[in-house]
């Protein structure tokens, strides 16, 4: 069998009370409306419609309980968008488990290859 | 923030050389090859068409480099399928590995509980 080469790919979701919080989609999309400070521009970067992108960031916060970001409106430069304190610590544990989770699968594939050899 | 019911959900895929192995799909299928001996019956147990079932296992004989399915024409029952040794090894790594993955879950789960709090 070729196994020498044999990778353990993985991703993960978070749930609450039957409804997806976060997955890498919107974790990617929670990234990018911290760095863009706009859903709008968080958007074009995904590809998606600002609609998809206000679901999105709707349905986490209906998911979680809380908001994930904080949007103003007015002002000179127009509204802005950004994450909350929720949604921050929220984007930094799923980060940290993406991490320990990539650890997991490197070591599940050295094990599957020795284990099929 | 209402964590107390949060989980951590995950899916794993094996790939070699950049091509899918097999994943939940797929080990879904060839559990189903073996159980009614058929790829046809697999295939309409998964409501797929016997094409794309075929062309899953297809594709998981390319990526392995080896059948996963051994198939038999003609006799008086007609044709049948049944996985193969290579199959059948590649389908119990996969399930083991599976089974660990929920225990990594569940203390994610716990963990990411106890860290939202």
Redesign the interface.
Known sequence: ???Q?????????????GRD?LGPGRAELLEHIRETGSITQAAKRMGMSYKSAWDAVDAMNQA???AVVDSSTGGNRGGGSRLSP?GE??LA?YTR?VT??QA?LLA?SAE?IR??D
Do not use: K, Y
């Open positions: 069998m070729t196994t080469d044999i990778q353990v790919q993985g991703r993960l979701w978070l749930h609450s009370g919080i979680l309980g809380r929720a610590q929220l544990e488990l320990q989770h997991w599940a599957i284990r099929l």
